[in-house]
């Protein structure tokens, strides 16, 4: 199975700040790498498909790059609707594994 | 809009069985592959399992091989997940997702998750 290991697990930032996860896979995964948004008792929503394509409806101030086995989630200044949790996740191939997740609360 | 509403959540003993429901609507439900994703309580997200759209293809994590069957019903828009030989390591809320890309790609739509509590 693919593992995917994200960082940091957690991060403290305030509103404005520039914010990046990174998100790595055990081997390489071309750009087959998504990024969801959860809040608390919610359903996760998607924010990044294919490394860098930004899902329809998703601000414009959250960006991914990275191809192979490194990836980053930006977002360029936080809003206070953007604390929630960053998973990223492999769809290279099955089972389809989630990195371990990044919480982004208030500084 | 896309919308899917999971059912069929419970509490249920160890060994017995749960069949979740999953409603779709707002999309050519044909069309698209589906997935079972469960989120353990405080715990990250963990994918279940994956189908076709015409139902030819599936997919399991090996932990729930040979215990859960993913299924799909066309002609009612519903996908579902039956569960057997549950244990407590399958206490989760389950969501039902749509595929955005290939069958196993991408979720770009999930449901609102369906609570299921292994305990006696």
């Known amino acids: 199975d693919i593992q995917m290991t994200q960082s940091p697990s957690s991060l403290s930032a305030s509103v404005g700040d520039r914010v990046t996860i990174t998100c790595r896979a055990s081997q390489t995964i071309d750009n087959y790498l998504n990024w969801y948004q959860q809040k608390p008792g919610k359903a996760p929503k998607l924010l990044i498909y294919?490394?860098?394509r930004l899902q329809s409806g998703v601000p414009s101030r959250f960006s991914g790059s990275g191809s192979g086995t490194a990836f980053t989630l930006t977002i360029s200044s936080l809003q206070p609707e953007d604390f929630a949790t960053y998973y990223c996740q492999q769809s290279y191939s099955p089972p389809l594994t989630f990195g371990g997740g990044t919480r982004v609360d208030f500084k | 809009q896309v919308q899917l509403v999971e059912s069929g959540g419970g509490v249920v003993q160890p060994g017995r069985s749960l069949r979740l429901s999953c409603a779709a609507s707002?999309?050519?439900?044909?069309?698209?592959?589906m997935h079972w994703l469960r989120q353990a309580p405080g715990k990250g997200l963990e994918w279940v399992a994956a189908?076709?759209?015409?139902?030819?293809?599936?997919d399991y994590i090996e932990s729930v091989k040979g215990r859960f069957t993913i299924s799909r019903d066309n002609s009612k828009n519903t996908l579902y997940l039956q569960m057997n030989s549950l244990r407590a390591e399958d206490t989760a809320v389950y969501y039902c997702?749509?595929?955005?890309?290939?069958?196993?790609?991408?979720?770009?739509?999930w449901g609102q998750g369906t609570l299921v509590t292994v305990s006696s």
């Open positions: 189908m076709s759209y015409d139902g030819s293809n599936k």
């Open positions: 997702a749509k595929v955005g890309g290939s069958w196993t790609g991408y979720v770009d739509y």
């Open positions: 707002g999309f050519t439900f044909s069309r698209y592959g």
């Open positions: 294919a490394a860098s």
